[in-house]
């Protein structure tokens, strides 16, 4: 379950975060990479245990309300699929393989045919997806596994003179920066969705006692984050090595291309190719995986739109061209866009993860817990969202926004968001003491108030209001 747990985290954009990180970080590396390491191994190990004591996604998501479970649901499909992580696939892969070797000036023009070409072949296999992970999902994970040792052995025999100074956005904060970076990675989000389909192979192994269920699933996620820390320490390292050999401009470079200066210093042009290669491979593994993931969602949650039916594989064909028009964007600046859109998103997955894994001992007692603290939690998250787009990507601004966002604590590390979770969580735990007072008084009280409901809750506080 370790092995198979650590495969489903594990892809291709798991392998250029960490470089970026150790490249940008240099001296203040290992507090970087601590804050990466909580973000992307500590809080996607969390999610898949809160998940899986809730009993799947929308039984976690319910409890604020069924609408609000489609609505982040739809969001995390989305983010995990077309409008961020399946064009990745491809501009990772071609800025591994291709860009090294192509003509400045044509290419946007070698972009958009190996674009056309990549997500050409991913249709094509995602008919039959099972083929294509039955053969290259026993062979990837052990080739990045292996490159990974190649690279950090050969870091450690080639060293690092001086250690270069922090720089671009780790000139400063660099335990908070590798924390909100770690968000890259989605492994939150889609932990939320890998839970339930770990629990139901632990299932499969003749283990049906839900507690021991719980306890397996539990044993998986950890050895799966021990194996995680092992290689985004070692990456981070690699990224170190490479800063140290060649200076990146983080403005525009990416860890796709900390990778290929160092492979390219370290092999020369053959070492870069079989990185490349490499890449190719395993991005589109994933992004065949992916477009299926999305069409599957959205074919069983919205099988007919305006009035016409919309079949599996017109979704998937939805998916596949949208994603190819969002990769010609470049990689750059689809990491520059989702940023913001991930650091709206963490915050509610990280609220909803905190309160179901102590549903038992505390939210079962609060409901509206969820609620009030998702409600605030989101609003604040939207605006900082709104607000990074119009600077980071329009490059204008909202004084009035900044004002009131700048109002908020912690507000200059990007983490104003943790005081409205503390109000909402005070306003719920009050209006669930209210509502209790009111009922042992004889006042009017709602269904669902003794013992605090699971799923039926949502429907029953949608009522009310």
């Given at each position: 379950?370790?092995f198979?747990?650590?495969?489903?985290?594990?892809?291709?954009?798991?392998?250029?975060?960490?470089?970026f990180?150790?490249?940008?970080?240099?001296?203040?590396?290992?507090?970087?990479?601590?804050?990466?390491?909580?973000?992307?191994?500590?809080?996607?190990?969390?999610?898949?245990?809160?998940?899986?004591?809730?009993?799947?996604?929308?039984?976690?998501?319910?409890?604020?309300?069924?609408?609000f479970?489609?609505?982040?649901?739809?969001?995390?499909?989305?983010?995990?699929?077309?409008?961020?992580?399946?064009?990745?696939?491809?501009?990772?892969?071609?800025?591994?393989?291709?860009?090294?070797?192509?003509?400045?000036?044509?290419?946007?023009?070698?972009?958009?045919?190996y674009?056309?070409?990549?997500?050409?072949l991913?249709?094509?296999?995602?008919?039959?997806?099972?083929?294509?992970?039955?053969?290259?999902?026993?062979?990837?994970?052990?080739?990045?596994?292996?490159?990974?040792?190649?690279?950090?052995?050969?870091?450690?025999?080639?060293?690092?003179?001086?250690?270069?100074?922090?720089s671009?956005?780790?000139?400063?904060?660099?335990?908070?920066?590798?924390?909100?970076?770690?968000?890259?990675?989605?492994?939150?989000?889609a932990?939320?969705?890998?839970?339930?389909?770990?629990?139901?192979?632990?299932?499969?192994?003749?283990?049906?006692?839900?507690?021991?269920?719980?306890?397996?699933?539990?044993?998986?996620?950890?050895?799966?984050?021990?194996?995680?820390?092992?290689?985004?320490?070692?990456?981070?390292?690699?990224?170190?090595?490479?800063?140290?050999?060649?200076?990146?401009?983080?403005?525009?470079?990416?860890?796709?291309?900390?990778?290929?200066?160092?492979?390219?210093?370290?092999?020369?042009?053959?070492?870069?190719?079989?990185?490349?290669?490499v890449?190719?491979i395993?991005c589109?593994?994933?992004?065949?995986?992916?477009?299926?993931?999305?069409?599957?969602?959205?074919?069983?949650?919205?099988?007919?739109?305006?009035?016409?039916?919309?079949?599996?594989?017109?979704?998937?064909?939805?998916?596949?061209?949208?994603?190819?028009?969002?990769?010609?964007?470049?990689?750059?600046?689809?990491?520059?866009?989702s940023?913001?859109?991930?650091?709206?998103?963490?915050?509610?997955?990280?609220?909803?993860?905190?309160?179901?894994?102590?549903?038992?001992?505390?939210?079962?007692?609060?409901?509206?817990?969820?609620?009030?603290?998702?409600?605030?939690?989101?609003?604040?998250?939207?605006?900082?969202?709104?607000?990074?787009l119009?600077?980071?990507?329009?490059?204008?601004?909202?004084?009035?926004?900044?004002?009131?966002?700048?109002?908020?604590?912690?507000?200059?590390?990007?983490?104003g968001?943790?005081?409205?979770?503390?109000?909402?969580?005070?306003?719920?735990?009050?209006?669930?003491?209210?509502?209790?007072?009111?009922?042992?008084?004889?006042?009017?009280?709602?269904?669902?108030?003794?013992?605090?409901?699971?799923?039926?809750?949502?429907?029953?506080?949608d009522?009310?209001?």
């Amino acid at each position: 379950m370790t092995f198979t747990f650590f495969s489903m985290f594990f892809g291709a954009g798991n392998l250029i975060f960490p470089p970026f990180v150790g490249a940008q970080a240099g001296s203040a590396t290992l507090p970087a990479a601590a804050g990466f390491i909580v973000s992307a191994v500590g809080l996607p190990i969390l999610g898949v245990m809160a998940v899986t004591f809730a009993g799947g996604f929308d039984r976690l998501a319910g409890r604020v309300s069924p609408r609000f479970a489609l609505l982040l649901g739809v969001a995390i499909i989305l983010t995990i699929g077309p409008c961020f992580a399946i064009p990745r696939t491809a501009t990772t892969s071609f800025e591994m393989m291709i860009a090294p070797f192509a003509p400045a000036d044509s290419l946007w023009l070698v972009r958009l045919v190996y674009s056309l070409v990549f997500f050409a072949l991913s249709f094509v296999f995602a008919q039959h997806p099972e083929k294509l992970s039955n053969v290259l999902g026993r062979v990837m994970g052990p080739l990045l596994l292996a490159l990974i040792a190649v690279l950090f052995v050969a870091c450690l025999a080639h060293g690092v003179d001086a250690r270069v100074a922090p720089s671009g956005n780790y000139a400063t904060y660099q335990l908070t920066r590798g924390f909100l970076d770690g968000y890259q990675t989605m492994d939150l989000l889609a932990a939320l969705y890998f839970g339930i389909v770990i629990a139901e192979n632990v299932r499969a192994q003749q283990v049906n006692n839900e507690s021991q269920v719980q306890r397996e699933t539990a044993i998986a996620g950890l050895g799966t984050g021990i194996l995680l820390v092992m290689i985004y320490g070692a990456l981070s390292y690699v990224g170190v090595v490479s800063g140290a050999i060649s200076a990146i401009d983080s403005a525009h470079d990416t860890g796709a291309t900390v990778l290929t200066n160092l492979t390219s210093a370290l092999f020369g042009t053959t070492g870069t190719v079989f990185l490349g290669l490499v890449f190719v491979i395993a991005c589109l593994n994933v992004c065949t995986g992916l477009i299926c993931t999305c069409a599957t969602y959205f074919h069983e949650r919205f099988p007919v739109v305006a009035g016409q039916t919309v079949s599996y594989r017109a979704w998937q064909a939805v998916f596949t061209v949208f994603s190819f028009v969002v990769s010609n964007a470049g990689l750059s600046l689809i990491i520059t866009v989702s940023v913001p859109v991930l650091s709206a998103l963490y915050p509610i997955a990280i609220v909803l993860v905190v309160l179901g894994l102590t549903h038992r001992v505390f939210a079962t007692r609060f409901p509206h817990v969820y609620r009030w603290t998702v409600m605030l939690v989101g609003i604040v998250a939207v605006a900082g969202c709104v607000r990074a787009l119009v600077e980071d990507v329009a490059g204008g601004s909202l004084p009035w926004l900044d004002a009131a966002l700048d109002l908020l604590p912690l507000q200059s590390y990007e983490l104003g968001w943790l005081v409205p979770a503390m109000v909402g969580l005070v306003i719920g735990v009050i209006v669930d003491v209210w509502r209790m007072q009111d009922a042992d008084t004889g006042g009017t009280s709602r269904s669902g108030d003794s013992g605090g409901a699971d799923d039926s809750y949502g429907t029953a506080t949608d009522n009310v209001h």
